[in-house]
């Protein structure tokens, strides 16, 4: 794990709190290591499991294989992860990366959640209702029966203020990261040629910058395709990969896409990016 990442540098004093059996709310910006660095740091100070709540299946599978390969391990030994249709966790597994959805089923399975040190919910401002009751159980869960379990939250845009005294946590800030951002505006013509229009813009920025790669967000799986056929035979004269990127993929499929290769990427991507 790089030893610059923003979130190394709260997170003796997040575990501190939770090993104290304090619950925390962490505002962390995006790119500062929070859904990758700071559960397995947790897993130093607690002698149970750790489930780190996802938003999306795609996140809790690439999580898992980011930090299990930090590790030098494989996905499912000390790092798993669990989805609907999909499950690399063994009895080894203390720190497991969960949809909200799953999480519901671990509470119905044992409502006590027995094992479990710390639950993470990471990315707390997409709320959902799953994972809004999950979370208003186990919060009534740990002033009850659980006192033991701690509770954590993770977020980039979240108040963390009215989370933490609603919780009765503490807050955990990283120093601010920001990144420029430039926006420009080219429009889709009337008729939706979308494939196009990101193909004129890929053009534009590889003309620039032969080097950079590029993240596209698409509406669905139909867009990708209609897009990935446009760019294809132009990408493969300027040496240029094309990578999809959506929730039904395999995991290999979707590490694939992720990983650092030798030639600049165009990944062309649903929302669960």
Not at 27 to 46: E, Q, S
Not at 69 to 93: A, K, L, N, Q
């Given at each position: 794990?790089?030893a610059?990442l923003p ?7 997040v ?45 809790a ?10 590790r ?42 027995s ?5 993470i ?9 799953a994972?809004?009751?999950a ?10 029966g ?5 509770l ?10 009215r ?28 008729g939706g ?21 590029i ?8 867009e ?10 132009w ?8 990578r ?20 600049p ?9």
């Amino acid at each position: 794990m790089p030893a610059s990442l923003p979130i190394l540098h709260i997170a003796d004093a997040v575990c501190a709190d939770v090993s104290a059996g304090r619950d925390v709310v962490v505002w962390a910006p995006p790119g500062t290591g929070k859904t990758t660095a700071l559960p397995p740091a947790l897993l130093d100070v607690v002698d149970g499991r750790v489930i780190v709540v996802e938003p999306r299946r795609i996140a809790a599978r690439l999580a898992a294989r980011f930090v299990a390969r930090s590790r030098g391990e494989e996905v499912g030994g000390t790092v798993g992860y669990r989805v609907r249709f999909d499950r690399r966790m063994g009895p080894d597994t203390r720190l497991a990366y969960v949809t909200d959805g799953i999480l519901a089923t671990m509470l119905a399975e044992d409502p006590s959640l027995s094992g479990v040190s710390v639950v993470i919910f990471d990315e707390f401002h997409e709320r959902r209702l799953a994972s809004d009751l999950a979370f208003a159980r186990l919060l009534h869960l740990s002033r009850g029966g659980r006192p033991d379990l701690r509770l954590a939250v993770l977020s980039a845009t979240l108040e963390a203020e009215r989370i933490a005294d609603h919780m009765g946590g503490v807050v955990h800030r990283t120093p601010d990261v920001r990144f420029p951002v430039e926006v420009r505006h080219a429009p889709v013509p009337r008729g939706g040629d979308e494939a196009g229009a990101v193909l004129r813009a890929a053009e534009a920025l590889v003309d620039e910058d032969p080097k950079r790669s590029i993240l596209v967000f698409l509406p669905g799986m139909a867009e990708i395709r209609r897009t990935e056929a446009k760019l294809r035979p132009w990408a493969a004269a300027r040496d240029l990969d094309v990578r999809p990127l959506h929730g039904s993929l395999p995991l290999s499929a979707q590490a694939e896409a992720v990983r650092r290769g030798v030639r600049p990427r165009i990944v062309l991507a649903t929302n669960v990016a």
